[in-house]
């Protein structure tokens, strides 16, 4: 089968078991990948063996970035003690946890090549996480918790794991020498994403086209990792950090109809490659378990069950100390950033591994320097892509009903009436601006007697609403107008297809209709 038609099919696959997993309510990563591996296994089917620089330059870049541009700055100031404690303290603890179990059940396994294995793993998978705080509807500061731990632990442990790798295939390495590739990568990295954000919102500051906007927020990701790579900086870094200064300016940078298109492609984009991606974990890993030597295969289970349980339990305990250890000194941290339990069982158990640590073992090297091929290295790539796909089953599908048994999730009704108190403060101020907005453009006085009115409507009824209604009618009256809403569109189709309507009229109509749709969801 040739690439092409390979990579076609999959994401055609991806696409029709993700759209089953929904409507089954099932999580759609965990099916992918046991798809994956039972197509992998399918006699005669020749294995799609995927590049290490197709994952991290082609795949990981927009997926990266769509998280980085949820984070929220001003959440992230509060949380951002346990969040650089996790991604940096806890990586670190990680890789050297599972370097030590790696080297007590496979002795002939030396301390870098172990080492190596635990930086691989090391990190959690940020496209399940973003996709958790989305369906789940978290709190603001849990959800910057999670999602920012989640993206600045993937930089971390893939410089870690840079480091790690020089070791295994140099030989020998100061501890000089690592630490300044370790700041080179991570500064570096940095550094080159603050500038490809900066650029790119400059940019789209002074540009109002739609079309060019959608293109400018779909390219820039690709930039940073492309520049990243070629200068030998992080690439994770780069997108992350790109990804974080651009989203904090997206409303002063963007046209509103920018954001409109790049807001749809994007959920284009990440959709077929977030499925995508993890049916290539399943295939993947059936190809290293033919390749795996017999002799090989009953270590590499017991080596399997101990990584994946040192995992959750190097987490859980950091999580432990996160919450526990600041009641020893009241006043540090401040009361804001304190962690209950319910938060720190949330936090542990969303630890899932994925996609860059499939990536970070694929980039491991064949052969080291002296000319020997790179030691237990088809073991390592079974058991890290084992670990992923144990973790994404058990964790990714357990996640949602923890959550809820814990009562963490925002009610819907909470956020009904934040967007409720939201739009009739707009109004106010809208209402405020209008007289100042009425002499520069010079609008005669039954035009702005219209507005005000409108606005005045708009003002009575958010108050009306959050005044008189409790969450369940909140909730109620939200499916009421999302049936008024469906009502409208039949009766559009019915017009357009007796051709009542022109395309144009429609068109125009149909886009209002998916607006209020939207508007009425978000």
């Known amino acids: ?297 009953m270590a590499t289970g017991v080596l399997l069950a101990v990584v994946t349980v040192t995992l959750l339990t190097a987490r859980a305990a950091a999580l432990a100390a996160t919450v526990w250890l600041p009641r020893l000194w009241p006043r540090r941290p401040a009361p804001a950033e304190r962690l209950g339990w319910q938060v720190g069982a949330i936090v542990t158990w969303a630890g899932a591994r994925g996609v860059i640590p499939l990536a970070a073992a694929l980039s491991i090297p064949t052969h080291t320097d002296s000319g020997a091929p790179f030691p237990h290295r088809a073991l390592i790539l079974v058991v890290s892509a084992g670990v992923v796909v144990v973790t994404l089953f058990v964790q990714r599908a357990t996640l949602a009903p923890l959550v809820r048994r814990l009562g963490v999730a925002t009610p819907e009704g909470d956020l009904t009436a934040e967007m409720l108190r939201a739009r009739h403060a707009m109004a106010l101020a809208a209402l405020d601006r209008l007289d100042a907005l009425t002499v520069s453009v010079e609008a005669s006085e039954p035009e702005v007697g219209r507005i005000r009115a409108e606005l005045q409507q708009q003002a009575d009824v958010t108050r009306d609403r959050l005044d008189r209604s409790s969450d369940g009618d909140l909730q109620a009256s939200s499916r009421l107008r999302a049936g008024v809403l469906a009502a409208q569109a039949d009766e559009l189709a019915r017009l357009r297809v007796g051709g009542e309507l022109s395309a144009e009229g429609f068109r125009h109509l149909q886009r209002q209709l998916d607006l209020e749709n939207a508007r009425l969801r978000d």
């Open 1 to 297: 089968m040739h690439t092409i038609e390979a990579v076609l099919g999959l994401v055609v696959v991806a696409i029709g078991v993700a759209a089953v997993a929904d409507r089954l309510r099932t999580p759609a990563p965990s099916v992918l990948v046991l798809v994956g591996l039972g197509v992998g296994f399918i006699p005669g089917f020749t294995s799609l063996h995927v590049s290490p620089e197709l994952v991290t330059l082609g795949v990981l870049p927009p997926l990266l970035f769509s998280a980085a541009q949820q984070i929220s700055l001003i959440d992230l100031r509060r949380v951002w003690r346990p969040v650089a404690a996790l991604a940096v303290g806890l990586v670190a603890v990680t890789a050297l946890a599972v370097a030590a179990v790696t080297h007590a059940v496979a002795p002939a396994i030396s301390g870098a090549v172990a080492f190596t294995f635990g930086a691989v793993l090391a990190s959690t998978d940020p496209v399940a996480v973003s996709a958790l705080s989305r369906d789940l509807r978290l709190p603001e500061r849990v959800g910057t918790l999670v999602q920012a731990e989640s993206l600045f632990n993937d930089a971390t442990s893939l410089v870690l794991f840079e480091v790690a790798v020089t070791v295994a295939v140099r030989g020998h390495v100061t501890a000089a020498e690592a630490a300044l590739r370790f700041v080179t990568l991570g500064v570096g990295g940095a550094a080159l994403g603050a500038a490809v954000g900066w650029l790119t919102g400059a940019v789209l500051r002074h540009t109002h086209e739609p079309t060019v906007q959608a293109a400018l927020t779909v390219v820039s990701p690709y930039v940073a990792a492309v520049v990243a790579q070629a200068i030998d900086v992080s690439p994770v870094t780069a997108v992350v950090v790109a990804g974080i200064m651009l989203g904090r300016r997206r409303v002063r940078t963007r046209h509103f109809g920018g954001r409109l298109v790049s807001g749809s492609v994007y959920d284009v984009v990440v959709f077929v490659l977030e499925n995508a991606i993890f049916a290539v974990i399943g295939l993947e890993l059936a190809s290293f378990i033919r390749a795996l030597p017999h002799n090989d295969r």
